[in-house]
């Protein structure tokens, strides 16, 4: 039976909320406590570290899912897929952790954050959330996020006190995410069936693999090389600190637009495998309403708010984040987008090849505006970069989409959106311009911006969004229902 995509969606948002929750809600705390510097050391090792787990899990957890999908409704093929891919991804990870030992782990300025980092390489050996979003059930991870990230929360304020406690933040980042993969391991017998290693068959899986692992390569060269350039172009850790506490507020914004993703993609795969084209272009035309309708505020609210928002947020010798924040806030909706053409669509269609493709040229666009930009514009080159860099990959990723649809029907879903963004920005603007710097104050801005953004949906007669609201009301009438006669 399929899942409800609505309560699917919820789950997922929930889950990626929970992934991102901890840094925002420490983040005042940290700034505070670590400083600027520390940040950036932070953000700096994070971003190598990045790199090998890109490599050690080669395509996997993008590939496991979507053949997990196509798997869905037959356990035993289900299985067999799970333990094969497995075992591939456990091979790989270690060679990928004694190359990371070798090369930074023994020796260095940073050599001591790097080792404690190995940890984080050891827990996607154990990573299978892959598996549960390829069925389908969300709420599993949820569960687990939630029980770790407020153990996590507790112990850092508990235990981080000083700039040199920057070595325990590490361990509790790593640590949680360690015990958090290790907890759904014990949910494993209900969905899978014993397999006989005689069965295995692990090349198979190699090629496919690598054919999405190639694009992820690309990915992070432009959203993790960036940090990286900064530090190298700028050999400033101060600005990786910035850029690193800017980019927190951005995907915690982007969290809530992409939660849909992941449930559209086992959603579509699993109706391309079953010849359902009409399944696979609803998905996607609810997929690009509900990026519209959620990217656009957020880019307007983010810009109109940085200004009173920062210096409560992180604090005295943070001002620099704010024109960061700014130039970053459009990559909200181009990333959105990108979303639905690239992951949701050209991968789970087995379009790897363009896929690769766009965001190669997405990949060479950010380095050479990195370098050129960097040097022009500091840190904030860096976000102008990556956000041409996903827009030239938007804009090759269209060319391959125009068999579902065209850029004038996609542009035409988030017309609506866009001018209730307007609308609602130029009200908090004048809100942001009167009021005085405070947590109160920005969250009357944003509660107002919010309203204010429904009602112009609501004045300009957006379907789609009468039509969610329709939704939410009933099932929490059904809800109400089921409560009242128990």
């Known amino acids: ?61 993008m590939y496991g ?8 409704q037959n356990k035993r093929e289900r299985s067999r897929t799970f333990f094969e891919i ?39 050996l154990f990573d299978i959330s892959w598996l549960f979003q390829g069925i389908e059930e969300f709420d599993k991870t949820v569960i687990r996020n939630l029980v770790i990230k407020l ?7 508990v235990l981080v006190k000083t700039p040199d406690d920057l070595w325990k933040y590490f361990l509790i980042y790593v640590g949680a995410e360690l015990i958090g993969n290790l907890t759904l391991w014990l949910y494993l017998s209900k969905y899978l069936e014993k397999v006989s290693f005689k069965e295995i068959k692990l090349k198979k899986h190699l090629k496919p693999a690598i054919s999405l692992f190639i694009p992820q390569i690309a990915i992070q060269i432009y959203t993790v090389l960036d940090k990286t350039m900064i530090g190298a172009i700028m050999n400033n850790m101060e600005k990786v600190g910035y850029y690193e506490q800017a980019q927190k507020i951005v995907k915690s914004a982007l969290t809530v637009v992409t939660a849909l993703q992941t449930v559209m993609n086992s959603r579509i795969a699993n109706a391309y495998i079953n010849g359902d084209k009409d399944e ?43 024109p960061i924040l700014i130039s970053t806030a459009p990559i909200l909706i181009v990333l959105g987008l990108n979303g ?21 040229i997405g990949a060479i666009v950010n380095i050479v505006l990195n370098l050129i930009l960097i040097n022009f514009l500091g840190v904030v080159g860096a976000s102008v970069a990556s956000v041409l860099a996903e827009t030239a990959v938007l804009g090759v990723q269209l060319k391959y989409f125009k068999d579902q649809f065209s850029i004038l029907q996609i542009l035409k ?34 509660i107002i911006g919010g309203i204010v953004y429904i009602l112009t949906l609501i004045i300009l007669k957006h379907n789609f969004f009468f039509d969610l609201a329709n939704q939410i009301v009933t099932g929490i009438s059904m809800k109400l229902r089921k409560v009242s006669h128990k």
């Open 413 to 446: 879903l988030g017309i609506k959106c866009f001018i209730s963004g307007i609308v609602m920005y130029m009200v908090v603007h004048i809100l942001v311009n009167f009021l005085n710097v405070s947590i109160l104050n920005t969250i009357i801005e944003i």
């Open 151 to 157: 153990l996590s929360l507790v112990m850092i304020f």
């Open 340 to 360: 639905v053409t690239g992951t949701q669509y050209l991968v789970q269609v087995k379009k790897q090849k363009e896929f690769t493709i766009s965001v190669t």
């Open 65 to 72: 899912q979507r053949e997990i999908a196509y798997k869905a």
């Open 86 to 124: 497995i075992i591939v991804r456990a091979i790989t990870l270690s060679i990928s952790i004694i190359t990371f030992y070798i090369i930074f782990g023994r020796t260095g300025d940073y050599a001591i954050y790097y080792r404690i980092l190995i940890i984080q390489l050891v827990a996607n």
């Open 280 to 322: 696979v272009k609803l998905c996607l035309e609810k997929s690009f309403n509900f990026v519209w309708i959620l990217a656009v505020p957020m880019m307007f609210g983010l810009i109109a708010i940085a200004p009173k928002f920062v210096p409560w947020f992180y604090g005295n010798g943070f001002d620099e984040v704010t």
């Open 1 to 61: 039976m399929k899942k409800s995509i609505a309560k699917n969606y919820i789950y997922n948002l929930i889950y990626q909320m929970l992934s991102i929750l901890l840094p925002i809600i420490t983040t005042p705390y940290l700034s505070r406590v670590l400083g600027a510097e520390n940040i950036g050391i932070y953000g700096y090792t994070i971003s190598i570290v990045t790199y090998f787990i890109l490599f050690g899990t080669l395509g996997i957890s």
